[in-house]
């Protein structure tokens, strides 16, 4: 599979596993799915493993997933993971 470079460089995500779900795209519609999935479960009672893949890095470059409320952040345990300019 290709690569780019990215700020992360060696720190980027590991892609590798299996998931439930793969949402493309970490705009509006994609950041929706992302919140609607919070806390499902497969058949089995353990938590679903949800992969969602963008082109950018969050914070990268603004697009309209900048416009993000915090509370959704917050819902997905990214808090960390953005920066407010």
């Keep these: 599979m290709p690569t780019r470079r990215t700020k992360r460089g060696e720190l980027r995500t590991d892609l590798s596993g299996d998931y439930d779900v793969l ?3 970490a ?6 799915v992302a919140r609607e999935l919070a806390g499902a479960t ?3 009672g ?9 082109r950018y890095e969050i ?3 603004q ?6 409320p915090t509370t959704w ?13």
């Design 27 to 32: 705009s509006f519609a994609g950041l929706a």
């Design 42 to 44: 497969r058949p089995d």
């Design 59 to 61: 914070g990268e470059r």
């Design 63 to 68: 697009t309209s997933a900048c416009g993000i």
């Design 73 to 85: 952040l917050e819902a997905l345990d990214l808090m960390g993971s953005h920066r407010q300019t």
């Design 23 to 25: 949402i493309c795209g």
């Design 46 to 54: 353990s938590p679903a493993r949800v992969l969602m893949l963008d």
